[in-house]
């Protein structure tokens, strides 16, 4: 053995680059291509993100044991900002951020080279594949690796935006774009490839509702402008300074982070003044639609980040509002500090606007009520106003007070009412994101408007349609994502796909002043790994890679000559590359995060459909979910956990490995803990001494314990290869490292000897272990002299199980455990225990239950109906109809393979021949009677025995 976990990683790591076990190449085999969504180069990765990228190898190398050709490619994505911005940290030489390379293993010799963003692109490509990756014992064909920024990756991007546009999928059009007010505009998903913060923000419409007041006009926005006809106020907050802005020609009031905001989205803003929210208390100002005048009442709870930072009042549906007009109406300091007039504090009095299912004339007071609200900034608040806005957007009906819009449904009065108001200049729109944003760089992102914007058009009905079939084709795991992958398809709609701005990625095709964002270059990208090797080795060069040769290679179109002519490339590359492409695609299986379930799977799905024949489509898509720290998920930008390569050289690569396979289904989230994995390291070391071990043992023993672990092998490789089906590591890891190791344990206690028998179940265990654990699988196949690589044997199959010897030990394991039990509950101290097995007749009424549930004619009438028409059942008389009973209900309810087993032997001469055995383990005498012909059942207990669970007596 290896002196060292590290030792033994790289022994078998070099050993399987010098057999070029990760290169793959067209050959007769059935192919496997499967691949994890690259990761993006904003720093280093961390233990989280090495679940899912595991699994995949792990895959890979199970596959390729049962015969397949197993192309594994990888590659990073570094489009965006993000290598701009680490670079530009780095060279201002941020205290934060140097200790953060530094922790996870940066050199001072390292952060000179890292100038320039491409310099730091190339150094994390250098530490993703050979820190993190090669370390890991990935079978990647390393020949393919390609980054998002390499020349010959762009051609292929650019080739598929023209395929795009052949498709009329693209369209231009204005847009509200999130962008960073030093960037430009970013894409806001969980993934958060683009930003610091607020992966999960929305960007929100709203109405900006026009109060006039002089020659100002004191601006409010709301999402909700169908409720216009309920003011009754307008709420300012006295302790904000507030900005008067020049907009067109009109003065408006807002707070001054909503004139930023406001300057992104209109022409013709400009700050002219400043005015204090105390000064505004006590205006009457006139509302926009009902033309009435209201007036300002202080509030704190405006946030003057929030909208405008000013806030309309509608007291009847909104609970806020309700809680604080009460809180003015009831607050003598309103007059004494304020100067508000009793006059204008009782002229604010609700009116009834929505009819709504449930509620009576002002929902706000009724779920105010419901819910136990006493006071105002009682944080349920915020849920009584989704749950009256919710309940009445999809019920209420507008009132005879609204007018013209009376009658109308409140979702179509809104758009309605909206339109009218900005037809009348008393409203426009402004948009803003529902939470905070910020860039990779540290500023703000806000909403801007683009004029001219290209999108990529996702609510293609067509396109739709075509992709969401073809899923019904595919294997997408877990399942919930299988059936809400069709309602997420659906709901897309055009998605911006170029941004200008300091951004690294491909030029877009058709105007070269945009530059193609991160998400819209990262969807087709599998089919390229099949072309990039050519790239690479310099066989073709990014010159020659045309649309004519896209065209060729990947689409089987023009002709061969004329492609070869224009590219220069031979045409015995060009046959080559196209029937590589035919051969290793559609792509088996794309693994990725549980962030790109809305964002990045869609749009990998969309342009495979929009650009790919049927037959090049997707097979399946697996997400996994999160390793997180305590309280959240792991970030990498933020510095994360232990360092990969610290964790590796603390646990060893294979015991992460599979802790990362067995601590849980993928598909739920775990928190990091390293007692747990140093616990898979004790598994580990204990494996590697039961196989020691057994190895050493040199005997012969033909006893029934030998038919049985063999069949136990076997048949725990059947549920391997079951749960593999479904690409389910867990359940060959618990198979492989628990199951088994138990069998191997059983098999010592019960004097297994065999050195044959052993040999053949540890060709079988080890090689079970080389897909999640290979370096100590290899070396584990290499003590026991086993010839050539474990990684390149042929994975163990199924074969017929025994099942009669395996129902014998289990039976044995059950007795022991039921005297161990008794003998704990009773605190007896027996001298001896008497075994009872069941009665001949009872054995008799299963085999007929048996016989009945095989042929799916098993019921209680007409088991009972049978047994008694047995003399030797029906001489038991009630004991043979209630058995009868017994086995109808038991046995249409559960498998029946155990009690199929128990007719293959004789429980009574198998229990006997281990009695002694029996003895050793409970430390008492154990005597064994059948129940036909017991000679000595003080207590009657004999009558008790069923077949498969013996009676027991103690004295």
Same mark, same amino acid.
């Given at each position: ?31 496997f ?63 934060g ?58 051609k292929?991007?650019?080739?598929q935006f023209m ?31 683009d ?13 900006l ?40 020609n009109?003065?408006?009031?807002v ?5 930023r ?11 002219i003044?400043k ?34 930072g ?69 944080? &349920?608040l915020? $849920?009584?106003k989704?749950?009256? %806005?919710? /309940?009445?957007?999809? *019920?209420? !009906?507008?009132? +005879?007070? @609204? ?20 037809s ?6 402004f948009h803003?994101?529902n ?8 500023n703000?992102?806000?909403?801007? &408007?683009?004029? $001219?914007?290209?999108?990529?058009? %996702?609510? /293609?009905?067509g396109? *739709?349609? !075509?992709?969401? +079939?073809? @899923? ?15 309602g ?21 095709p ?10 819209s $270059?990262s ?19 990014p010159?020659?890679m ?13 002709d ?40 990045h ?6 342009n ?51 802790y ?64 593999m ?19 191997m ?11 044959r028998?052993?040999?053949?179940v ?11 654990t ?47 039990q ?34 799916g ?6 088991l ?6 047995d ?54 005498k ?15 207990k ?14």
């Amino acid at each position: 053995m290896a002196s060292s976990y590290r030792e033994m990683e790289d022994k078998w790591q070099k050993r399987w680059s010098e057999r070029k076990l990760d290169h793959a190449d067209r050959n007769e085999r059935p192919k496997f291509m499967v691949i994890f969504a690259y990761p993006g180069v904003t720093g280093y990765l961390h233990v989280g993100h090495m679940r899912g990228f595991t699994y995949v190898d792990a895959i890979g190398r199970y596959k390729r044991m049962t015969g397949h050709n197993v192309l594994f490619p990888v590659g990073t994505h570094a489009t965006g900002n993000g290598a701009i911005t680490l670079a530009s940290r780095i060279s201002r030489k941020e205290e934060g951020v140097i200790e953060y390379l530094k922790r996870n293993g940066c050199t001072d010799r390292d952060l000179k080279k890292l100038k320039d963003p491409m310099s730091v692109v190339n150094f994390f490509n250098d530490v993703y594949v050979n820190e993190y990756w090669k370390r890991f014992g990935f079978l990647a064909d390393w020949r393919r690796f390609t980054c998002t920024l390499y020349p010959d990756y762009a051609k292929f991007m650019q080739w598929q935006f023209m395929k795009l546009n052949d498709a009329g999928l693209l369209i231009q059009k204005p847009y509200f774009a999130p962008a960073c007010t030093q960037c430009g505009p970013v894409a806001i998903d969980a993934s958060e490839t683009d930003i610091a913060k607020g992966g999960n923000a929305e960007t929100q419409e709203y109405t900006l509702l026009k109060f006039r007041y002089g020659d100002m006009y004191l601006v409010a926005a709301t999402l909700r402008p169908e409720t216009v006809y309920g003011q009754v106020n307008f709420w300012a907050n006295p302790d904000v300074e507030y900005v008067k802005m020049r907009k067109g020609n009109e003065t408006w009031v807002v707070s001054p982070s909503a004139a930023r905001k406001l300057a992104y989205q209109k022409d013709d803003c400009e700050i002219i003044g400043k005015i204090n929210g105390r000064d505004m208390v006590g205006w009457m100002c006139e509302a926009p639609m009902i033309h009435r005048n209201v007036p300002v009442f202080p509030a704190g709870f405006c946030d003057p980040n929030v909208g405008t930072g000013l806030v309309t009042s509608v007291p009847s549906d909104a609970p806020d509002d309700w809680m604080s007009l009460q809180d003015v109406k009831n607050d003598p300091r309103m007059i004494s500090e304020y100067g508000l007039t009793r006059e204008q504090i009782d002229s604010a009095v609700p009116i009834s606007i929505i009819s709504m299912e449930g509620y009576g004339d002002f929902p706000a007071k009724d779920v105010i009520v419901e819910m136990g609200i006493e006071r105002s900034g009682d944080p &349920r608040l915020a $849920d009584a106003k989704k749950q009256v %806005y919710k /309940d009445g957007y999809h *019920t209420g !009906r507008m009132k +005879d007070v @609204c007018g013209k819009f009376a009658g109308l449904r409140v979702e179509e009065a809104k758009d309605r009412m909206k339109e009218e108001m900005i037809s009348s200049g008393e409203a426009e729109l402004f948009h803003d994101l529902n939470e905070e944003v910020i860039c990779r760089c540290g500023n703000p992102v806000m909403i801007r &408007r683009v004029d $001219d914007q290209w999108f990529i058009n %996702y609510a /293609d009905e067509g396109l *739709t349609r !075509r992709t969401s +079939d073809h @899923c019904r084709t595919m294997e997408i795991n877990p399942v919930e994502y299988q059936n809400n992958v069709h309602g997420v398809l659906d709901w897309f709609r055009e998605r911006a796909c170029v941004r200008q701005g300091n951004w690294l990625g491909t030029k877009f095709p058709l105007d070269e002043r945009w530059t193609i964002e991160a998400i819209s $270059d990262s969807t087709l990208y599998p089919i390229y790994y099949i072309i990039s090797i050519y790239a690479n080795d310099g066989t073709i060069r990014p010159e020659q890679m045309t649309g004519s040769f896209f065209d060729h290679v990947v689409l089987q179109k023009g002709d061969a000559d004329d492609v070869s002519k224009e590219t220069g490339i031979p045409k015995d590359i060009l046959s080559k590359i196209q029937k590589d492409v035919l051969y290793w695609y559609p792509l088996d299986l794309n693994l990725g995060g549980k962030e790109h379930m809305t964002v990045h799977f869609p749009t990998f799905l969309f342009n495979h459909a929009a650009i790919l024949p049927d037959e090049l489509l997707p097979r399946g898509i697996m997400v996994n979910w999160y390793v997180t720290g305590k309280k959240s998920k792991i970030s990498k930008s933020k510095g994360g956990a232990q360092p990969i390569p610290g964790a590796a050289g603390k646990f060893g690569v294979d015991s992460l490995r599979l802790y990362y396979a067995h601590v849980a289904s993928l598909f739920a989230d775990v928190e990091w803990d390293e007692g747990i994995v140093m616990s898979y390291r004790q598994r580990l070391d204990r494996i590697i001494g039961m196989v020691e071990e057994l190895s050493s043992i040199t005997g012969t023993d033909n006893g029934d314990i030998n038919g049985w672990l063999i069949s136990r092998s076997g048949t725990h490789m059947e549920a391997v290869h079951e749960g593999m089906r479904k690409l389910d590591l867990r359940s060959l890891a618990s198979e492989t490292y628990f199951e088994m190791f138990n069998d191997m344990k059983w098999y010592l206690r019960r004097g297994g000897r065999d050195q044959r028998t052993i040999r053949d179940v540890l060709r079988m265990w080890i090689s079970a272990m080389a897909p999640i654990t290979p370096h100590i699988a290899e070396e584990l196949w290499e003590t026991c002299g086993f010839e050539g690589l474990v990684s390149e044997y042929e994975f163990p199959g199924t074969a017929p199980g025994n099942m009669g010897a395996e129902f014998g030990e289990t039976l044995i394991r059950d007795v022991i455990s039921d005297i161990s039990q008794i003998i704990k509950v009773t605190r007896m101290d027996p001298k001896r225990v008497i075994i009872y097995t069941t009665q001949s007749w009872k054995v008799k009424a299963m085999g007929i239950a048996l016989e009945l549930a095989s042929s799916g004619k098993l019921d209680i009438p007409t088991l009972t109906k049978m047994c008694m028409s047995d003399p030797a059942i029906r001489e038991n008389g009630k004991a043979a109809s209630e058995l009868a009973k017994k086995l109808a209900v038991d046995m249409s309810r559960t498998s029946n393979e155990g009690r199929k087993a128990l007719l293959q032997i004789n429980e009574k001469d198998h229990l006997s021949s281990a009695a002694e055995f029996i003895s050793s383990e409970i430390g008492v005498k154990v005597e064994v009677m059948s129940a036909d012909d017991a000679d000595y059942d003080p207590q009657g207990k004999s009558k008790a025995a069923i077949p498969g669970r013996p009676a027991i007596y103690l004295e």
